[in-house]
């Protein structure tokens, strides 16, 4: 089973930038982060794949910017933060061709005003 390693979030303040990165325990074609609020359903924040194809949830574009410096690693940066950006945050992780995902174990960030 693959195995997600997140790291980054915490504390931020509006306007301000903080950054994500997580690592895979494997190669995989998209990889990205979802987000949780509370009382929310989970919610997709951006994916990349290794072929270069992007997906933002219209609330983030313009703002955070997901990138893939190799097939085991996603990095988000979110930049511009604010009060509604605070979620937890997933990694995800699977391949193309098939419905099997993988998730980290989340990371919290919260943005203050």
């Known amino acids: 089973q693959a195995q997600l390693v997140e790291s980054g979030g915490g504390l931020g303040q509006t306007g301000r930038s903080l950054n994500l990165s997580c690592t895979a325990h494997?190669?995989?074609?998209?990889m990205g982060w979802y987000r949780q609020a509370p009382g929310n359903q989970r919610e997709l924040v951006a994916t990349?794949?290794?072929?270069?194809?992007t997906d933002y949830a219209e609330s983030v574009k313009g703002r955070f910017i997901v990138s893939r410096p190799d097939a085991k690693t996603v990095h988000l940066q979110m930049n511009s933060l604010t009060v509604d950006d605070t979620a937890v945050y997933f990694c995800n992780a699977h391949q193309i061709a098939s419905t099997l995902e993988y998730w980290g174990q989340g990371t919290q960030v919260t943005v203050s005003s």
């Open positions: 494997g190669v995989f074609d998209i």
């Open positions: 990349k794949s290794v072929y270069g194809s």
